[in-house]
T-cell receptor, first 119, second 116 residues
Framework: GAVVSQHPSRVICKSGTSVKIECRSLDFQATTMFWYRQFPKQSLMLMATSNEGSKATYEQGVEKDKFLINHASLTLSTLTVTSAHPEDSSFYIC???????????????FGPGTRLTVT | AQTVTQSQPEMSVQEAETVTLSCTYDTSESDYYLFWYKQPPSRQMILVIRQEAYKQQNATENRFSVNFQKAAKSFSLKISDSQLGDAAMYFCAYRSKNSGNTPLVFGKGTRLSVIA
């Protein structure tokens, strides 16, 4: 089964509202989680790297005030898209890196993604 | 900064045949990881194969194998006995070993079609 879950899998929201996406590592602890954005027929674009208990590191060009990332525990990270606009519509993917012997050390597992549509 | 290049945006292969997907990368590091990921229409990223740079032996996973040429900075993926379920986007990725926080660096991907 999936080792990284994302919720919701699909969300439609109105322009100006905020949306929260959850990413959970189900059977391992992940000190580091990554958030990606993927446009149709394109590669994954790294948005930010989050470490449990500390502030996320955002990639150049990613607005940290728009894309709020919280990594509150070793199994949960959240991405909140604030004041969403149609241009924020995209496919968002989280990924968690295993840090315990229960999973291959350093292996990176991906969530199934969240399709966000802003109307 | 490291870069990963996949020069074939699209490839096709007949069912049961063999296909090779190309990947080159640029780095000044001597030890690192290389990966091939598959993204089927479901969009779930699936690890296909992993190679550690210090290992000279090419990695193999069932029908999937790599040709790792460290000096040439080349990391191609060979799919043998292609199946319809192999149709997907394939991404080559690089990861530094410098620290646990380093993200994967992805290529732009190759879309593989399998013809019945």
């Amino acid at each position: 089964g999936a080792v990284v879950s994302q919720h919701p899998s699909r969300v439609i929201c109105k322009s100006g509202t905020s949306v929260k996406i959850e990413c959970r590592s189900l059977d391992f602890q992940a000190t580091t989680m990554f958030w990606y954005r993927q446009f149709p027929k394109q590669s994954l674009m790294l948005m930010a790297t989050s470490n449990e208990g500390s502030k996320a590191t955002y990639e150049q060009g990613v607005e940290k005030d728009k894309f709020l990332i919280n990594h509150a525990s070793l199994t949960l990270s959240t991405l909140t898209v604030t004041s969403a606009h149609p241009e924020d519509s995209s496919f968002y993917i989280c990924s968690a890196r295993a840090e315990t012997s229960g999973r291959a050390w350093g292996e990176q597992y991906f969530g199934p993604g969240t399709r966000l549509t802003v109307t | 900064a490291q870069t990963v290049t996949q020069s074939q945006p699209e490839m096709s292969v007949q069912e049961a045949e063999t296909v090779t997907l190309s990947c080159t990368y640029d780095t000044s590091e001597s030890d690192y990881y290389l990966f091939w990921y598959k993204q089927p229409p479901s969009r779930q990223m699936i690890l296909v194969i992993r190679q550690e740079a210090y290992k000279q032996q090419n990695a193999t996973e069932n029908r999937f194998s790599v040709n790792f040429q460290k000096a040439a900075k080349s990391f191609s993926l060979k799919i043998s006995d292609s199946q319809l379920g192999d149709a997907a986007m394939y991404f080559c990725a690089y990861r530094s070993k410098n620290s646990g926080n380093t993200p994967l660096v992805f290529g732009k991907g190759t879309r593989l079609s399998v013809i019945a």
